[in-house]
């Protein structure tokens, strides 16, 4: 039997909600339709209703560490790859202070938005459980086109910066490759280059074909296990990042280019290492500061957090963040610190571009595409989900306002105003049946106020496909024209992340909570510093120059 809480004080009435949660379940259409895809648009995860073999609510089972593990795989990722070189652009002192910053406020960011899904939770009549979209239209339905679209944007940013990792990996390991056996076959360095295996673009059209087929899953269980692989790549990844930076390998073998032979003209001095510093530029550093915001973006799998963990109080909520932030924040201090002090001002916005071509780390590269094409499609469903939402919420308000020019007509004026309450729509609505069928004015009741199933099934997989293949044209396009991923990072910190990690979180809470308390003030600091942010940041990573 399912346990439905809010609060420890509601175990009393616990039997009468489980009776009424199981009634009412029968009623759900679990269809993809507008409602329930406002639901779960935001999150990017399946209606939070789940239920067992035998059609009831599951139970609440997740422990601390199954839930640590969920979240810290969600920060830790692409993100991570550009550390390094926002070190670079910001130097040893303030890339610290900056990191260590972006990890306290995602920290606090995470703590207000659950705060807000308890005091949401206990305002909705429906008695599911919460979401980034249920949640934040609670608290400011006024707003929620702007949420979907936010985390659109930042998801579709992710998924880019995946094409173009996957290109600077997989170039790099056939240069190695091919070096190897270009003694035997008497291959050039510039045949090399010539090479189709060697050509960047090749590998991103190669990326789109493999997450065509599983672009497509309507259900994405058959990807669970690229969680634990994801986790697995990335701590070896930043072993690796330790013993070069420790001098265990070489991190300028082959004078830490990427041409096999070197050219002529290459300077090994100046190609590999370059000078560290403490501070950099007060352009530099503002510039890469939207990849530290990025770098902890994982906001949008607290509601699943806070609906899966067994006794889901806000103490343990608290613990799973706090271990979470903290386990990415000494992974994100070795790595940045580390692939830093190894190349210095020479490091790229992807340090595996540093990296010289050997066995072991080309099976690393080769692994890091293969993770971040098989996540390729976690990024796509919550994006797809949102945009599908967006439409229906546009399609929806025409809708609306059809509904209320011809109801107003075969009714009369509501409230003697041009406007109505959303109740006043609903009792419109239900009088459908006393509505005279003649149609002065050419507009046809049925296609205002009835649905035809068959459309909306014909309209929601049209969206489904449609919404799918924009979304990976549009981010092939983008990874084709774009080479550095400090840029795409910086873009999407500056713009999706910011707003789901800072505005969101203090605006919902403000408004859920208007009574003044030290959190309250702390959430209205997170809000200015996300809206000053966004312009700021955006402003000097696009006019002012690549970040690192």
Same mark, same amino acid.
């Given at each position: 039997m399912a346990v439905l809480r809010t609060d420890d004080a509601q175990d009393t009435s616990v039997s009468s909600l489980i009776e009424n949660f199981q009634d009412n379940v029968a009623d759900i259409d679990f269809s993809f339709n507008y409602d329930d895809q406002e639901e779960e648009s935001s999150s990017g995860r399946p209606l939070a209703l789940e239920l067992d073999d035998n059609g009831n609510p599951q139970q609440k089972k997740a422990s601390i560490i199954s839930c640590v593990i969920n979240l810290l795989n969600t920060v830790a990722g692409a993100g991570m790859l550009g550390l390094p070189g926002a070190y670079a652009g910001s130097g040893f002192f303030i890339g610290t202070i900056l990191l260590f910053t972006a990890a306290f406020f995602s920290a606090i960011g995470l703590h207000l938005l659950s705060v807000s899904a308890t005091t949401a939770q206990a305002r909705m009549r429906d008695g599911k459980p919460a979401s980034f979209y249920n949640v934040a239209v609670t608290a400011m339905p006024q707003f929620a086109i702007a949420i979907d679209a936010a985390v659109a944007l930042k998801c579709f940013g992710v998924a880019t910066g995946y094409f173009v990792t996957v290109g600077d990996c997989m170039v790099d390991s056939f240069h190695y490759v091919f070096r190897n056996f270009s003694d035997q076959t008497e291959t050039t360095a510039e045949e090399i280059e010539e090479m189709v295996f060697t050509n960047r673009q090749f590998w991103i059209i190669s990326a789109l074909l493999f997450v065509l087929p599983i672009s497509f899953f309507k259900t994405l269980s058959a990807l669970k296990?690229?969680?634990? /692989?994801?986790?697995?790549?990335?701590?070896?990844?930043?072993?690796?990042? +330790? /013993?070069?930076?420790?001098?265990?390998?070489?991190?300028?073998?082959?004078?830490?280019?990427?041409?096999?032979?070197?050219?002529?003209?290459?300077?090994?001095?100046?190609?590999?290492?370059?000078e560290t510093d403490l501070f950099t530029d007060f352009d530099d550093t503002i510039k890469n500061l939207s990849i530290f915001v990025f770098s902890f973006t994982c906001h949008q799998n607290v509601f699943t957090i806070s609906n899966e963990l067994k006794r889901p109080t806000q103490q343990r909520i608290d613990k799973v963040i706090i271990l979470a932030i903290s386990s990415a924040l000494i992974l994100y201090m070795i790595v940045a610190i580390e692939g830093y002090r190894t190349y210095g001002s020479e490091v790229k916005g992807d340090i595996l571009l540093n990296y010289p071509q050997t066995g072991l780390v080309t099976m690393m590269r080769i692994g890091i595409a293969i993770m971040v094409i098989l996540s390729y499609p976690l990024q796509l469903d919550p994006s797809r989900r949102c945009l599908t939402s967006l439409v229906y919420a546009l399609v929806g308000r025409r809708e609306k306002r059809r509904r209320e020019q011809y109801q107003s007509q075969q009714i009369g004026p509501v409230q003697n105003s041009t406007e109505a309450s959303p109740e006043m729509f609903e009792r419109l609505a239900d009088?459908?049946?006393?509505?005279?069928?003649?149609?002065?004015?050419?507009?046809?009741?049925?296609?205002?106020?009835?649905?035809?199933?068959?459309?909306?099934?014909?309209?929601?997989?049209? /969206?489904?496909?449609?919404?799918?293949?924009?979304?990976?044209?549009?981010?092939?396009? +983008?990874?084709?024209?774009?080479?550095? /991923?400090?840029?795409?990072?910086?873009?999407?910190?500056?713009?999706?992340?910011?707003?789901?990690?800072?505005?969101?979180?203090?605006?919902?809470?403000?408004k859920l909570h208007p009574e003044p308390h030290p959190l309250r003030s702390l959430a209205c600091f997170q809000l200015t510093l996300g809206i000053i942010i966004v312009p700021t940041a955006l402003y000097f990573v696009l006019f002012k120059g690549g970040s690192g």
């Amino acid at each position: 039997m399912a346990v439905l809480r809010t609060d420890d004080a509601q175990d009393t009435s616990v039997s009468s909600l489980i009776e009424n949660f199981q009634d009412n379940v029968a009623d759900i259409d679990f269809s993809f339709n507008y409602d329930d895809q406002e639901e779960e648009s935001s999150s990017g995860r399946p209606l939070a209703l789940e239920l067992d073999d035998n059609g009831n609510p599951q139970q609440k089972k997740a422990s601390i560490i199954s839930c640590v593990i969920n979240l810290l795989n969600t920060v830790a990722g692409a993100g991570m790859l550009g550390l390094p070189g926002a070190y670079a652009g910001s130097g040893f002192f303030i890339g610290t202070i900056l990191l260590f910053t972006a990890a306290f406020f995602s920290a606090i960011g995470l703590h207000l938005l659950s705060v807000s899904a308890t005091t949401a939770q206990a305002r909705m009549r429906d008695g599911k459980p919460a979401s980034f979209y249920n949640v934040a239209v609670t608290a400011m339905p006024q707003f929620a086109i702007a949420i979907d679209a936010a985390v659109a944007l930042k998801c579709f940013g992710v998924a880019t910066g995946y094409f173009v990792t996957v290109g600077d990996c997989m170039v790099d390991s056939f240069h190695y490759v091919f070096r190897n056996f270009s003694d035997q076959t008497e291959t050039t360095a510039e045949e090399i280059e010539e090479m189709v295996f060697t050509n960047r673009q090749f590998w991103i059209i190669s990326a789109l074909l493999f997450v065509l087929p599983i672009s497509f899953f309507k259900t994405l269980s058959a990807l669970k296990f690229t969680s634990t /692989l994801s986790l697995i790549l990335i701590y070896a990844l930043a072993v690796g990042i +330790v /013993l070069y930076a420790q001098g265990v390998f070489d991190a300028c073998e082959n004078n830490g280019t990427h041409y096999y032979p070197p050219r002529e003209d290459d300077q090994i001095d100046d190609t590999c290492r370059g000078e560290t510093d403490l501070f950099t530029d007060f352009d530099d550093t503002i510039k890469n500061l939207s990849i530290f915001v990025f770098s902890f973006t994982c906001h949008q799998n607290v509601f699943t957090i806070s609906n899966e963990l067994k006794r889901p109080t806000q103490q343990r909520i608290d613990k799973v963040i706090i271990l979470a932030i903290s386990s990415a924040l000494i992974l994100y201090m070795i790595v940045a610190i580390e692939g830093y002090r190894t190349y210095g001002s020479e490091v790229k916005g992807d340090i595996l571009l540093n990296y010289p071509q050997t066995g072991l780390v080309t099976m690393m590269r080769i692994g890091i595409a293969i993770m971040v094409i098989l996540s390729y499609p976690l990024q796509l469903d919550p994006s797809r989900r949102c945009l599908t939402s967006l439409v229906y919420a546009l399609v929806g308000r025409r809708e609306k306002r059809r509904r209320e020019q011809y109801q107003s007509q075969q009714i009369g004026p509501v409230q003697n105003s041009t406007e109505a309450s959303p109740e006043m729509f609903e009792r419109l609505a239900d009088t459908n049946d006393q509505v005279p069928n003649n149609n002065d004015d050419g507009i046809d009741p049925s296609s205002t106020i009835e649905v035809d199933e068959d459309m909306v099934e014909i309209l929601d997989s049209f /969206l489904f496909y449609g919404i799918t293949c924009v979304f990976l044209v549009l981010s092939f396009a +983008v990874a084709m024209m774009v080479s550095d /991923l400090g840029i795409i990072l910086g873009v999407v910190g500056a713009t999706g992340s910011t707003m789901v990690s800072y505005i969101l979180p203090g605006a919902i809470y403000i408004k859920l909570h208007p009574e003044p308390h030290p959190l309250r003030s702390l959430a209205c600091f997170q809000l200015t510093l996300g809206i000053i942010i966004v312009p700021t940041a955006l402003y000097f990573v696009l006019f002012k120059g690549g970040s690192g």
